[in-house]
Every structure is written in structure tokens, then in C-alpha cells.
């Protein structure tokens, strides 16, 4: 260091201006060598790619919002096109054909998770989801929770009442939550949706994975789940820590207050496991370890992802007050007040269905799907892209995409219906991306919406949201892995929610 210092200052050989000058030359040979050194395969072209800073690439055009900025540059670079945060390559894939040129039919070439440093204190390291293995132990991990989901959702009830397991789990959810809400307009006149929703869909989910549910109080798990978002800024795509290694070198308070969350998750699951291995006999082949990391992951994603798009769907409702009484008209003609709303009542609510795809389309809450990266070197639209490429695929871009919507920033259902309003389009809802595509898809699309479907079908079945007077919801996306609304704690049910309290009560539990 002192030799270092020596060179600077007066009596130094080099002066500061003269170090920094030699610095940037050499920063920029070396840029200019390095993006000539990949050789591309005769026919195929170079990715295009916006220029970027030396040391920091394009980092300060991503900002704070990289759904945004990344549909705005793929206007000008194209569907395929490649970033640099800090020196390393990124490559962005936007319009939904392309997604499933890569996704779909090129699975294997796309399937990979990059190795991330944040990613690798999720589930110790473990995690089915962010893990950088995609082998033959993430094949069989993750058939074995796709059957487990399978088991527990589709498997007939012990009740008479329900008609499978989910069903059984989100009614009782429901009808709790219900009394909540009914509790807290009693004592408060408004609440905060997502601090009681986010309780009984991680309910929905212990009840699955280990048969038992928490109190709305239990202060454990409200200190687990009801953080706003300290996973998803940390776990989104594009945070810089996890592609400039010097950043982790840095103190991070949200870093910090991440390592410590996936520590308390990881106890709090392993905890209930080991609790659940009192009581059932161990028949499985896996280690404990991974047994716990593999409901970690199905917990984190079960009760983050569905809260969100409920917690969504209350707020695009208090905004549109026409929307939910259209929606709560055809639940009164079609189900009545007598009995409660069943899955199989779906496509006999097309206009609730399609109130779900427009919130899914216009809120877009998981912009991108997880990173992917690819498994070897291969090609799309012709351009060369080399193995080890991080993938980020900008589903926002698909779902706001004006060649394929229609005023895409329209908050309108009816988009999804046809002409006589009697059923939903699947050319339109098969537009809609926000489960990713192909090998990596979400394996839990079916349970979070049939879940989101029965919430709220039988939540407005019996109340009616508003905000409070002169109040205002703040529905602008705060960005994420999963991108959630401004708190909103004023929340309230309209009058007419007294006179459906009798029903909640007769119903509660039945
Ligand atoms: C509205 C609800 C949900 C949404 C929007 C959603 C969305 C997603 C997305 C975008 C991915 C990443 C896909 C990719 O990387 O290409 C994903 C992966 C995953 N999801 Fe979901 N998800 C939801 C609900 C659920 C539920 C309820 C569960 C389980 C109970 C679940 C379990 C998983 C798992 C385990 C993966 C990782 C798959 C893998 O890497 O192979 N998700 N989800």
C-alpha cells in the first residue's frame, strides 16, 4: 500500500490524472480484445447488445425497475439480445414466441439455473428451485414433489363437505380468514388484506405439507412470512451482487437481513419436519436434509407467490368496484348463497376466470421467471449463444406486448371472454406468461390457481371490499422476484357485509 501511495502525489513518478487515464485505456483494450476473442460458428450472428460502461456494463440503464427498462431496450435490440452487469454477459429473452422457441422446443438447451451467489443461501444451497443442478437429482427431486402436490391437492377428502384435500384446506382458510376480516372491521374499520391473507395461504400449504395450521397470531410464522419483500429485491433477477463478485465483499443490510430469513426458514421447516417424523414413519429414500430443503422450497413458493396475486387481485378489485359486483352477480346466479363455490364450478364462472387472467396479465408480479441459463452451446433466431449464459425472460414484456394486446395497460377481463361472454378464449389466455414455460415451469400452476380461484370465490361470495373514503390504493409494482403492491392497510367491507355474517357463521367449518 505504501508503495502504491508512493507513486501518487507530487513527488510520486505518476501523477493521479496520469494512473486513472492508464487505467481507462487499459479498461477499454481490454474490453474491445475480449469481445472480439468469442469466435462465432460460421452462419450464425453475434448477439446484439447495448453499449455499456466499462467495469459496470449496463448496470445504471437496468435501474431500478429492469422489467421496464429491458422491454424498452428489446424495442431497439430485438427478442434476443445481451446485456452486460458488470463484465458479466446476460442474455434477454422477450416476445412470446421466441420464449417458446427456447423454452419449449429447445428445453434442454435453456433448462439451466445459473450458479448466483444469492442463491446459494437459499435452502443451504439445496434448493430445487435455485440450485445450479438441473441433473438427474433435480429430475428425480423434483417428480417426486410434483407427485407429492399431485397427492395431497387431487386426493379425496376425508369430508364430506369437499370433494379433494385443496378444497378441504382453502374452505377452512377461508372461512377463518373471513371471520378475521369481519373482526377487524369490528375493532378497526379497515385492515391490511395482505397481513391475514398471507396467514391463511400458508396455512393452505402446512395443512398440506404437514396437517397442521397457525393462528393468525402466531408470531413465528407472521415474523417468516409477513416480511414485505426482503427475499424477492435479494432473489431478483438482475441483482447486481450477484454479478460483480466485489459487491459481496461489501457490507449489505439487505443482504444480511436475507441470509437470515432463508436461517429462520430453514430452522422453522426443519423444525415442523422433524416434529412430523414423530408421528409418521420415514418411508422415503432421501435424506432428512433434503426432504426439509425440498418443503422449503414448496413453502416459500406455495404461500409467497398465491398471497401475491390474492393480495393483487383485492386491490384491482377495491379500484374497479363494477368488476366485483359483475363478478359477485354471476357467483349469485350461479351458486347462490346456499352452498359454498367447488373447483368444478370454474367454467361456470367465466367472468371470475377471467378477472383472475387479467390480474395474472396486467400486474405481471413475477416479471421474469427465475434465471435460466444454458446447458450447452446452441442457437435462436439465428444468433450464436454460448454455453454457461445466464437467461433472463422478461414475461412482463410478453403481457404488455402491443402486437399481442390489445391497449395492453387496460385493466379489462373481458378481453379474455368471448363475444357472448359465456367462456374464456384460450387463444387469449394461452398469451398470458407468468408460470415460465417448458422444463422449468412451475410445478405448482395448478394448486396456486385453483387455490386463488376458490379464495376468492368464496371470499366475495359472502363480502364486499372497498377502500376507505378519499382513500386511494397505490397500485404502481414495486420490482422483485415477485413484485407486490405499496402496503395498503385501509382496506374495509361494505356495509352490506353485516348481513352476510349469519351466513359466514352457519358456513363456518361445516
Ligand atoms: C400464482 C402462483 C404462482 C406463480 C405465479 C408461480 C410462478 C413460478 C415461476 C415464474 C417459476 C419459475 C419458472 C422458470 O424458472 O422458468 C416457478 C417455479 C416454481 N414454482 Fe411456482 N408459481 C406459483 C405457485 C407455486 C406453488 C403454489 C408452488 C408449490 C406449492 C410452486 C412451486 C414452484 C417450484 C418448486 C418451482 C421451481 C421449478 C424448477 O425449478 O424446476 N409455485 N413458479
Partial sequence: MKTAMSLLGSQGIFSVTEILIALA????IFTVVRSFQQQIPHGLKRLPEPRGYPLIGNVLELGRNPHLSLTQMSQKYGDVMQIRIGTTPVLVLSGLNTIRQALVKQAEDFMGRPDLCSFRYIGDGQSLTFSSDSGEVWRARRKLAQNALKTFSVSPSPTASSTCLLEEHVFKEADYLITELLQQMKEKKSFDAYRYTVISVANVICGIC?????????????????????????????????????????????????????KRFSAF????????????????????????????DLFGAGFDTVTTALSWSLVYLVTYPDIQKKIQNELDQTIGRERRPKLSDRLMLPYLEAFILETFRHSSF?????????????????????????????????????????EPSAFNPERFLNAEGTEIN??????????????????????????????????????????????????????????????????????????????SKNSQLA
Fill in 25 to 28: 485505456v487499459f479498461l477499454l
Fill in 366 to 406: 413475477v416479471p421474469f421467471t427465475i434465471p435460466h441459463c444454458t446447458t450447452k452451446d446452441t442457437s435462436l433466431n439465428g444468433y450464436y449463444i454460448p454455453k454457461n449464459l445466464c437467461v433472463f425472460i422478461n414475461q412482463w414484456q410478453v403481457n404488455h406486448d402491443e402486437t399481442l394486446w390489445k
Fill in 426 to 503: 384460450r387463444m387469449e389466455s394461452d398469451k398470458v406468461l407468468l408460470f415460465g414455460l417448458g422444463k422449468r415451469r412451475c410445478i405448482g400452476e395448478s394448486i396456486g390457481k385453483w387455490e386463488i380461484f376458490l379464495f376468492l370465490a368464496t371470499l366475495l361470495q359472502q363480502l364486499e371490499f372497498s377502500i376507505c373514503d378519499g382513500q386511494k390504493v397505490d397500485t404502481t409494482p414495486q420490482y422483485g422476484l415477485t413484485m407486490k403492491h405499496k402496503k395498503c392497510d385501509n382496506v374495509s367491507l361494505a356495509e352490506e357485509a353485516s348481513l352476510l355474517i349469519a351466513y
Fill in 269 to 296: 421447516v426443519h423444525k415442523i419436519v422433524k416434529e412430523h417424523y414423530t408421528t409418521f414413519d420415514k418411508v422415503n429414500k432421501y435424506s432428512e436434509k433434503k426432504i426439509v430443503n425440498l418443503v422449503n
Fill in 210 to 262: 404437514f396437517g397442521r395450521r397457525y393462528s393468525h397470531d402466531d408470531q413465528e410464522l407472521l415474523s417468516l412470512v409477513s416480511l414485505n419483500n426482503e427475499f424477492g429485491d435479494v432473489a431478483a433477477s438482475g441483482n447486481p451482487a450477484d454479478f460483480i463478485p466485489i459487491l459481496q465483499y461489501f457490507p449489505s443490510r439487505p443482504m444480511k437481513i436475507f441470509k437470515d430469513l432463508n
